[in-house]
């Protein structure tokens, strides 16, 4: 009797608990935004039979619910500091690194060699129709090899640099691999976020440089300022419980005038908008943040026009190249949704463009269309 009792007991609470949260959740207040996740949450999906009986319905729903959780935020500050009670080496797909370091989680099996052959093959499309330069950058778990925990696994991309290496050919190929591994004692990747620092997009940069042949332009690295000491990014929001802050720093601009125009509306006069620092997406420091097309003009007298198909690594290193370009078109295709050919075509003025494809390793697989 006793026992019953006890299973009645237990069932009644359970259902009061689970009663409790759904009326919580029909009270609460739908978010757009995760300030600590840095960026956009699920929707509330439309219901329709179809949706329904294909389950895609259910599987919207289940984002949805798990998005929109009352004090989502909390709970998974509390999942996260169990975890690190547990010692587990990786939390929501991040390693736990040397040094404080949040390292990105890249399972091999996630990529597979279809995947690196249908990219490889686009790219190539576009390096033969546009005589297009290639830089990919390795993400931080390539470099810092040093920093991860004993065992861990990650996607080596080095099979996929050297296909595309083969493909496009060594004139249109730009190894920034070998100068971030020859400075990987550096700090070339922030500690919380998963892009590369200004110090990491400057070798980047200077990579760039000699594949390409331009004018030489050295920038005074010991002229670096620091922005924000207090940035903690995309990796810290999966990991909330790490207290690690990273810095921001630039190098100085040339003087010269400068014109932005982004998505054909906003105009500024910078490269960097300081609204982002007091922001939680502090990254967005550079370019604005992310938009589907980019122009820069600028007053410098070395003329000529650049066209960046790019994510967001490129938006550290752009400021570097200004002043080697009258004109810069910036393209982010997760942001642009026409045709990229047509669009190319549409930009390009009489005496022809350079064409720049800018990404990191897992972007590039993930992302890159053409």
Request: with cysteine; proline share 3%.
């Amino acid at each position: 009797m006793s026992e019953k009792k006890n299973a009645i007991f237990t069932i009644c609470l359970l259902a009061a608990i689970l009663l409790l949260f759904t009326a919580a959740d029909l009270v609460n207040k739908e978010r757009v935004y995760s300030e600590t996740e840095n960026r956009l949450l699920a929707k509330k999906p439309e219901f329709s039979r179809e949706s329904l009986l294909s389950g895609e319905f259910g599987e919207q729903y289940e984002t949805y619910v798990s998005d929109q959780f009352i004090s989502r935020d909390k709970w998974v500050e509390i999942k996260t500091r169990t975890d690190i009670l547990l010692q587990k080496k990786d939390i929501n797909g991040v390693y736990l690194g040397a040094d404080d370091y949040l390292i990105e989680q890249h399972l091999p099996e996630n990529y597979t060699e279809q995947a690196e052959q249908e990219k490889t093959e686009a790219l190539k499309r576009l390096v033969d129709e546009w005589d297009a330069q290639v830089m990919l950058v390795p993400t931080a778990d390539n470099i810092l090899t040093d920093k991860l925990p004993a065992y861990a696994e990650y996607y080596d991309e080095t099979r996929l640099l050297e296909r595309v290496r083969e493909s496009v050919g060594e004139d249109h190929y730009i190894d920034v691999y070998q100068a971030l591994w020859e400075h990987r004692e550096e700090e070339l990747y922030y500690r919380t976020d998963h892009h590369w620092t200004t110090l990491g997009a400057y070798y980047g940069y200077k990579a760039w440089q000699e594949e390409t042949g331009q004018i030489v332009r050295d920038y005074d690295l010991q002229k670096m300022t620091t922005v924000s000491d207090d940035f903690q990014g995309t990796l810290h929001a999966r990991v909330p419980v790490v207290d690690t802050r990273d810095e921001i720093r630039v190098l100085p601009m040339a003087a010269g005038r400068i014109q932005v125009t982004y998505d054909g509306q906003t105009k500024r006069d910078t490269l960097f908008e300081e609204k982002y620092l007091s922001t939680k997406n502090q990254y967005g420091y550079f370019l604005d943040d992310n938009h589907g097309v980019t122009e820069i003009r600028t007053s410098y007298f070395w003329g000529g026009t650049l066209l960046v198909i790019k994510d967001s690594y490129a938006n550290s290193l752009i400021p570097l190249l200004v002043p080697h370009y009258s004109k810069i078109y910036v393209v982010d295709p997760r942001y642009y949704r026409g045709s990229l050919p047509a669009l190319l075509e549409s930009l390009e003025p009489e005496q022809g463009m350079d064409v720049l494809v800018l990404y990191n390793c897992i972007h590039f697989l993930e992302e890159f269309r053409y």
